[in-house]
């Protein structure tokens, strides 16, 4: 019988700040890559339900009513119903205990269950090997299946049956060790209390409360902990576009994104230890490359992979081809590295504190540089232009950090950098309706030009700005959703891009226009899923989700934008 396979709306997603699990409404484990967020798939359900791997519940009967988290953790309760009674699922993955891996408890069963854990090692590229001894499951001698209920083996699959009226448990651990109820209760109160640790460092009362604490809880569970790497997403090759070549590998630290999210976390009042830890992370990558061309890396602090192609998997939805590396590995993006200044000048200013300098100052005279140079773009796109967004994000942010040097000469080197630029802009980038320009020459507009009085490149009411606004209202709206442009691709057939929708919602803030915030702001929400999950673009039409989820960009920019809301509005009071 063929397994239906998961909807991206239908994922929650639980972890450990090292890796993470996505789960359906089914309660079926269907992506799960052992250690680190980046290293291989055990359960790749996701991209192929028949061949990639997964961890369900087999009773034909249960059917979804509820999910939720417990409080700020990732501890996700999911209640089925069945003929016979509801079954409640709690999925989690211990923190701050003696081992990890992913632990799962069943209420009392309403009927007989079947578990089924089908391990497919190195994204289904091997056969695992299984073995029974004394009541544990190993597979390939890394992973250890740990249950209540007797195990079993056929062929390539572990087996469990639990009688109707009896609870279980369930531990696929990355150690060898003694395994109980009391064990995995201990593990379960540690886990608890690491969350309440980390969700201490930010807390968020006002406008849009839950959707921020939404959004703030992806971002701390799409951090690295180790090392403050914070990831672009949790998963890879989730379509864009369905069934079209727009599937890319997003487990990786983009500085672009993690610099924005840095940004958002310390404009919304965290105490600035993850922040400074992103810093120190970015300092450390630096120190593996020659030049600071490098747009994203591993968590490992290393450039990323390039592009692998899995060709025994079917993608989610069909879409091909799936892939695993990331060949925007080289590409050289300014934005990313004016990002990195950005954010260090926030965190400079709010926690008074000027560590990494020597790295900034190296980033900075890098930009100062290599300013005139064409780069790939905000999109990554594989035709090189003179984007105007990557030029006035390097203005803005050689502007920002000369604040902080005291050495007149290197002041003078960034400004007159900056000074150059925004000349260049204003003779070479405006189309000819007066409105920003994708890049010189072109008549195209791109969402990203509309973070361009955000970042106080400019007023909002600059009479470029207001024909930038009108072209994105006139060209690239549809419910209040609006796209991007892109070179590479038609993005006439792609999703609306969620992050420039928030955007546009932050400009309109800057105007005081609120019933316009208030349409955008709902149209965005619309494509929050029931547990807070955004991914990177969504259907204006059809509501469906497209691309990676959770997109941190994505939440990153929906706190900006409520930020801005909610001191705007006070300031108003």
């Known amino acids: 019988?063929?397994?239906?396979?998961?909807?991206?709306?239908?994922?929650?997603?639980?972890?450990?700040?090292?890796?993470?699990?996505?789960?359906?409404?089914?309660?079926?484990?269907?992506?799960?890559?052992?250690?680190?967020?980046?290293?291989?798939?055990?359960?790749?359900?996701?991209?192929d339900m028949e061949k990639g791997g997964h961890w369900r519940i087999g009773a034909p009967s249960l059917r979804f009513i509820k999910r939720s988290y417990r409080s700020d953790s990732t501890v996700l309760c999911t209640t089925l119903s069945g003929a016979a009674g509801e079954l409640e699922v709690e999925d989690w993955m211990p923190m701050q205990a003696s081992f990890n891996g992913i632990c799962r408890t069943l209420s009392a069963a309403p009927e007989k269950l079947q578990i089924i854990l089908a391990p497919r090692p190195n994204f289904a590229r091997q056969k695992p090997k299984l073995q029974l001894q004394e009541g544990v499951a190993s597979i390939d001698g890394i992973l250890f299946l740990y249950a209540s209920h007797p195990?079993?083996?056929?062929?390539?699959?572990?087996?469990?049956?639990?009688?109707?009226?009896?609870?279980?448990?369930?531990?696929?651990?990355?150690?060898?060790?003694?395994?109980?109820?009391?064990?995995?209760?201990?593990?379960?109160?540690?886990?608890?209390?690491?969350?309440?640790?980390?969700?201490?460092?930010?807390?968020?009362?006002?406008?849009?409360?839950?959707?921020?604490?939404?959004?703030?809880?992806?971002?701390?569970?799409?951090?690295?902990?180790?090392?403050?790497?914070?990831?672009?997403?949790?998963?890879t090759s989730l379509p864009e576009v369905k069934g079209s070549h727009r599937n890319y590998d997003y487990r990786y630290v983009w500085l672009r994104d993690a610099a924005m999210i840095a940004s958002a976390l310390t404009r919304a009042g965290s105490d600035g230890e993850e922040e400074r830890k992103f810093l120190s992370f970015i300092c450390d990558a630096m120190h593996q490359v020659k030049e600071?061309?490098?747009?994203?890396?591993?968590?490992?602090?290393?450039?990323?992979?390039?592009?692998?192609?899995?060709?025994?998997?079917?993608?989610?939805?069909?879409?091909?081809?799936v892939r695993v590396g990331n060949n925007a590995n080289n590409q050289l993006q300014l934005d990313a590295i004016s990002n990195v200044l950005l954010a260090a000048k926030l965190i400079y200013n709010t926690f008074d504190t000027k560590e990494h300098w020597e790295l900034v100052c190296y980033?900075?005279?890098?930009?100062?540089?290599?300013?005139?140079?064409?780069?790939?773009?905000?999109?990554?796109?594989?035709?090189?232009?003179?984007?105007?967004?990557?030029?006035?994000?390097?203005?803005?942010?050689?502007?920002?950090?000369?604040?902080?040097?005291?050495?007149?000469?290197?002041?003078?080197?960034?400004?007159?950098?900056?000074?150059?630029?925004?000349?260049?802009?204003?003779?070479?980038?405006?189309?000819?309706?007066?409105?920003?320009?994708?890049?010189?020459?072109?008549?195209?507009?791109?969402?990203?030009?509309?973070?361009?009085?955000?970042?106080?490149?400019?007023?909002?009411?600059?009479?470029?700005?207001?024909?930038?606004?009108?072209?994105?209202?006139?060209?690239y709206c549809q419910h209040n959703l609006f796209r991007r442009h892109l070179v590479d691709f038609d993005s006439s057939v792609e999703g609306a891009f969620l992050?420039?929708?928030?955007?546009?919602?932050?400009?309109?803030?800057?105007?005081?226009?609120?019933?316009?915030?208030?349409?955008?702001?709902?149209?965005?929400?619309?494509?929050?899923?029931?547990?807070?999950?955004?991914?990177?673009?969504?259907?204006?039409?059809?509501?469906?989700?497209?691309?990676?989820?959770?997109?941190?960009?994505?939440?990153?920019?929906?706190?900006?934008?409520?930020?801005d809301y909610k001191k705007a509005r006070e300031e108003e009071a």
């Not at 484990?29 to 991209?47: E, Q, R, T």
């Open 151 to 235: 195990l079993r083996l056929n062929e390539n699959t572990i087996f469990c049956d639990v009688p109707a009226g009896e609870k279980s448990w369930f531990v696929l651990s990355e150690q060898e060790q003694e395994m109980n109820w009391e064990v995995l209760q201990q593990a379960h109160e540690a886990t608890k209390e690491k969350w309440k640790e980390v969700t201490s460092h930010i807390t968020y009362h006002g406008p849009y409360e839950d959707e921020v604490r939404n959004s703030l809880r992806v971002l701390r569970l799409m951090t690295f902990a180790e090392n403050g790497g914070i990831i672009a997403a949790g998963t």
């Open 499 to 563: 992050a420039g929708t928030f955007w546009v919602a932050q400009y309109y803030v800057m105007r005081r226009n609120w019933e316009r915030f208030g349409q955008i702001m709902e149209a965005a929400l619309a494509l929050m899923n029931d547990v807070g999950l955004m991914p990177e673009e969504g259907d204006p039409e059809t509501g469906e989700f497209l691309g990676n989820i959770p997109q941190t960009f994505v939440h990153a920019s929906l706190i900006g934008a409520v930020i």
């Open 363 to 475: 980033l900075a005279d890098y930009l100062a540089s290599h300013w005139y140079e064409q780069d790939h773009g905000l999109w990554e796109e594989t035709q090189k232009q003179h984007y105007t967004s990557s030029k006035v994000i390097v203005a803005v942010s050689l502007e920002y950090i000369s604040e902080h040097s005291e050495d007149k000469a290197q002041q003078e080197r960034w400004k007159n950098a900056a000074t150059d630029i925004r000349a260049f802009v204003a003779q070479e980038c405006l189309t000819s309706e007066g409105a920003y320009a994708a890049f010189p020459g072109s008549e195209a507009v791109d969402v990203s030009a509309i973070l361009f009085p955000i970042w106080a490149y400019t007023d909002a009411d600059a009479p470029e700005v207001l024909q930038t606004i009108k072209v994105l209202e006139r060209d």
């Open 292 to 321: 600071p061309v490098v747009p994203f890396f591993t968590l490992k602090k290393q450039p990323a992979p390039g592009e692998e192609e899995l060709q025994h998997l079917r993608g989610y939805a069909d879409s091909l081809p």
């Open 1 to 47: 019988m063929e397994i239906a396979p998961p909807d991206i709306k239908d994922l929650a997603v639980i972890g450990d700040r090292r890796t993470c699990a996505y789960i359906d409404k089914s309660a079926r484990v269907v992506w799960y890559c052992p250690s680190v967020f980046d290293a291989p798939a055990i359960f790749a359900g996701l991209l």
